[in-house]
């Protein structure tokens, strides 16, 4: 589990404040990574790896705040994406298959966030959906360790309420 982002950056703090909780579970197997702040450090964190789960915050128009939105690796090839780590992710995927360098399965939570400025501390609709993200990244962690079923139905909701 890699949890994405700078905790100094108010929201963007989102990928290693679940990948916190999760560690605090401490599930055996299950290795959590948090020192991503360059890119590339991506690759090391998911090679040779049967599942990665990458939790990150994201930014969209029109913004809401504590979002959360699944996606897996087919879905992130040739996605055009911007992000705030220098090198997206739909990027880093395509370097890690170039160089034989990707999970089996790769899953992306991405947060939508309301303030990445200089701060410690999420934003109260951002740290609200940490108790969501945090389950839904268990139930992949379950789901994988009980063999690979891309459709598996997840038993609660991942987003909040658009209003």
Same mark, same amino acid.
């Given at each position: 589990?890699?949890?994405? +982002?700078n905790s100094?950056?108010? &929201?963007?703090?989102? +990928?290693?404040?679940?990948?916190?909780?999760?560690?605090?579970?401490?599930?055996?197997?299950?290795?959590? *990574?948090?020192?991503?702040? $360059?890119?590339?450090?991506? #690759?090391?964190?998911?090679?040779?790896?049967? #599942?990665?789960?990458?939790? &990150?915050a994201?930014? @969209?128009?029109?913004? @809401?705040?504590?979002?959360?939105?699944?996606?897996?690796?087919?879905?992130?090839?040739?996605a055009?994406t911007?992000?705030?780590?220098?090198?997206?992710?739909?990027?880093? %995927?395509?370097?890690?298959?170039a160089?034989?360098?990707?999970?089996?399965?790769?899953?992306?939570?991405? %947060?939508?966030?309301?303030?990445?400025?200089? +701060?410690?501390?999420?934003?109260?609709? *951002?740290?609200?959906? #940490?108790?969501?993200?945090?389950?839904?990244?268990?139930? $992949?962690?379950?789901?994988?360790?009980? +063999?690979?079923?891309? $459709? @598996?139905? *997840?038993?609660w909701?991942?987003?909040?309420?658009?209003?």
């Amino acid at each position: 589990m890699i949890g994405v +982002g700078n905790s100094f950056r108010r &929201d963007d703090g989102v +990928g290693p404040a679940v990948a916190a909780a999760i560690d605090a579970w401490s599930i055996p197997g299950v290795r959590v *990574v948090t020192d991503v702040m $360059e890119p590339t450090r991506l #690759l090391d964190a998911w090679a040779d790896t049967h #599942l990665a789960i990458v939790v &990150d915050a994201a930014t @969209a128009s029109p913004s @809401a705040p504590g979002w959360v939105h699944r996606c897996t690796m087919d879905q992130l090839v040739g996605a055009t994406t911007i992000s705030s780590h220098g090198v997206d992710l739909a990027t880093m %995927v395509a370097l890690g298959e170039a160089l034989d360098r990707m999970p089996h399965r790769l899953v992306l939570f991405a %947060v939508e966030v309301a303030d990445t400025g200089y +701060g410690v501390g999420l934003t109260p609709k *951002v740290k609200a959906a #940490l108790p969501r993200v945090a389950s839904a990244v268990m139930a $992949e962690i379950s789901r994988g360790s009980f +063999g690979y079923r891309e $459709e @598996a139905e *997840v038993p609660w909701p991942l987003r909040a309420n658009r209003s």
